[in-house]
C-alpha cells in the first residue's frame, strides 16, 4: 500500500523567513503528486500538482514554488513568508493511468508570526 | 459561483438517524465524484467514490449520483458521534486527476 511522509508535522516561521516542505512517498512509482493548502475555516486549494520528475503545474500565483526531484519526492518551498502564507498544507498522491483517487499524507500546519 | 458548492452545517443529527448531505458541482466534463471526512486538525480521509449515475453503499454510507442534475449526495445511516467531522465534496475529470474541493459541510452527532 502507499504512503505519504509529511514533515514537519508542525512549523512556526517568522514573517519574511524561507521554506522548505517535504513529501515522500512509498509503495508506489511514477505517482501524481499534489501540494493542497487549507486556511483556517476554509476548503482544500490546490496549490500544485507534477506528474514526474521535474513536471510541476502552478495551479494559482502566489508567492510558493514546488519541485519534484525525484520520483518520490515533492517539495514545497518560499523564499520569503508572507502572513496569507499561513495554512495547513497537504501531500497528496494518486496512482497515474488508474481510476484510484487520492489519498492525502498527515499535513503540516504552518503558522507565519 | 463556485465550482463545487457544499452548505457549511452544522447539520445537526441525532444519534441513530440519517445525516444527508448535498454537493452540487457546475463543471459538466467532470467524471469521478468524492467524498472526504476530515476531523478537526486532521487530514481528509477518502470514505466513498462514485463513478456512474445511480446509488453506491459502502457499510453505513451511500453515495449518490445524478450526473444531470450535477448533483452528488452523502447518506450516513445509524449516525454515531465519531461521524461528527466535516465532509468535503470533491470532483475531478478522471479519478487520478487534481481534484477541485466544496468548502465542506460541518456534521454533529448529538448522543
Known amino acids: 500500500s502507499q504512503t505519504i511522509h509529511q514533515w514537519p508535522a508542525t512549523l512556526v516561521q517568522p514573517v519574511g523567513s524561507p521554506l522548505s516542505l517535504e513529501c515522500t512517498v512509498e509503495?508506489?512509482?511514477?505517482?501524481?503528486l499534489y501540494w493542497y493548502r487549507q486556511a483556517a475555516g476554509r476548503g482544500l486549494q490546490l496549490l500544485f500538482y507534477s506528474v514526474g520528475i521535474g513536471q510541476i503545474s502552478s495551479e494559482v500565483p502566489q508567492n510558493l514554488s514546488a519541485s519534484r526531484p525525484q520520483d518520490r519526492q515533492f517539495i514545497l518551498s518560499s523564499k520569503k513568508l508572507l502572513l496569507s502564507d499561513s495554512g495547513f498544507y497537504l501531500c497528496a498522491l494518486s496512482v497515474s493511468l488508474s481510476n484510484q483517487p487520492q489519498h492525502f499524507g498527515d499535513g503540516t500546519r504552518l503558522s507565519i508570526l | 459561483q463556485k465550482e463545487v458548492e457544499q452548505n457549511s452545517g452544522p447539520l445537526s443529527v441525532p444519534e441513530g438517524a440519517i445525516a444527508s448531505l448535498n454537493c452540487t458541482y457546475s463543471d459538466r466534463g467532470s467524471q469521478s465524484f468524492f467524498w472526504y471526512r476530515q476531523y478537526s486538525g486532521k487530514s481528509p480521509e477518502l470514505i466513498m467514490f462514485i463513478y456512474s449515475n445511480g446509488d453506491k453503499e459502502d457499510g453505513r454510507f451511500t453515495a449518490q449520483l445524478n450526473k444531470a442534475s450535477q448533483y452528488v449526495s452523502l447518506l450516513i445511516r445509524d449516525s454515531q458521534p465519531s461521524d461528527s467531522a466535516t465532509y468535503l465534496c470533491?470532483?475531478?475529470?478522471?479519478?487520478?486527476?487534481?481534484?477541485?474541493f466544496g468548502g465542506g459541510t460541518r456534521v454533529l452527532v448529538k448522543p
Open positions: 470533491a470532483v475531478s475529470r478522471a479519478a487520478g486527476n487534481k481534484l477541485t
Open positions: 509503495g508506489t512509482s511514477n505517482p501524481n
